[in-house]
């Protein structure tokens, strides 16, 4: 993902979750986005397209309920 911070500064999330920040002189050639779900396999899911809904316990909060599942918001309406 690329993201402009800056007059001439840029910050680059790689698909590994890595993160940089690099000058407009720094980048060469075209950037063109990899696109979640199609040229990388999503951070968010996985690649299965889908995300757990889940919610704590009511009673004892550090205890995790999985309710479901939902469309993943990153690369399932693509």
Same mark, same amino acid.
């Given at each position: 993902m690329l993201a402009r911070v800056g007059e001439s500064l840029?910050?680059?999330r790689w698909p590994d979750g890595q993160e940089a920040l690099l000058s407009a002189a720094q980048l060469a050639g075209p950037v063109? &986005? =990899?696109r979640p779900g199609i040229d990388e396999r999503c951070l968010c899911c996985g690649g299965s397209k889908e995300i757990e809904l889940s919610s704590p316990d009511p009673r004892r909060p550090w205890i995790v309920l999985v309710e479901g599942t =939902? &469309?993943?918001p990153n690369c399932a309406a693509r």
């Open positions: 840029y910050s680059i063109e &986005p =990899a =939902a &469309p993943c």
